[in-house]
T-cell receptor, first 111, second 109 residues
Framework: ETGVTQTPRHLVMGMTNKKSLKCEQH?????MYWYKQSAKKPLELMFV???????ENNSVPSRFSPECPNSSHLFLHLHTLQPEDSALYLC??????????FGQGTRLTVV | QKEVEQNSGPLSVPEGAIASLNCTYS??????FFWYRQYSGKSPELIMF????GDKEDGRFTAQLNKASQYVSLLIRDSQPSDSATYLC?????????FGTGTQLKVEL
């Protein structure tokens, strides 16, 4: 069982669809993150949760809606996305001031 | 000013040479510093962390931290073609982890 697991690994969705990305961490960490990485661009921090509470929303459009029901699970709900939202979406977790451990990512394509 | 700055590269070094990757950060209150390696199409992998001023060695990797100059570096000795990747510097402060844009390293035969 890997430390941080993301599902699905690949997702193709239409602009009118609603889908959700799931992340689960088995490391006992108290912080979880969503990052977006577009082709040949740096990591963009989207959301941060500490002890289930959202502590950072990096000016993300409302068509992305995070949910953190407990310290081990994090979701990213997607609706009415645009083609430019196609990217690799990465979930990560960390403990205190420690380094973040990443999941394998979800490769999202919006058509 | 960006919170964490790195030269995007590419940095090209011959096989067997030392690769030197640099990073500066703006938040003087930052406490923890990390280096990640990311292969194309893959997620970042944590390879080094450093909390105190000075050097920290792990195998072929050495991380260096100078808090007064707000500067972190990563040295890779005896560089191998398999080291070719993008190296991301990350700084922890204010309850979040901030990444630099990454430096692309190419190790040439």
């Amino acid at each position: 069982e890997t430390g941080v697991t993301q599902t699905p690994r690949h997702l193709v969705m239409g602009m009118t669809n609603k889908k959700s990305l799931k992340c689960e961490q088995h490391l006992g960490h108290n912080a979880m993150y969503w990052y977006k990485q577009s082709a040949k661009k740096p990591l963009e921090l989207m959301f941060v949760y500490n002890f289930k509470e959202q502590t950072e929303n990096n000016s993300v459009p409302s068509r992305f809606s995070p949910e953190c029901p407990n310290s081990s699970h994090l979701f990213l709900h997607l609706h009415t996305l645009q083609p430019e939202d196609s990217a690799l979406y990465l979930c990560a977790s960390s403990q205190g001031g420690g380094g973040a451990f990443f999941g394998q990512g979800t490769r999202l394509t919006v058509v | 000013q960006k919170e964490v700055e790195q030269n995007s590269g590419p940095l090209s070094v011959p096989e067997g040479a030392i690769a030197s990757l640099n990073c500066t950060y703006s938040d003087r209150g930052s406490q923890s510093f990390f280096w990640y390696r990311q292969y194309s199409g893959k997620s970042p992998e944590l390879i080094m962390f450093i909390y105190s001023n000075g050097d920290k060695e792990d195998g072929r990797f050495t991380a260096q931290l100078n808090k007064a100059s707000q500067y972190v570096s990563l040295l890779i000795r005896d560089s191998q073609p398999s080291d070719s990747a993008t190296y991301l510097c990350a700084v922890h402060g204010g309850n979040k982890l901030t990444f630099g844009t990454g430096t692309q390293l190419k190790v040439e035969l």
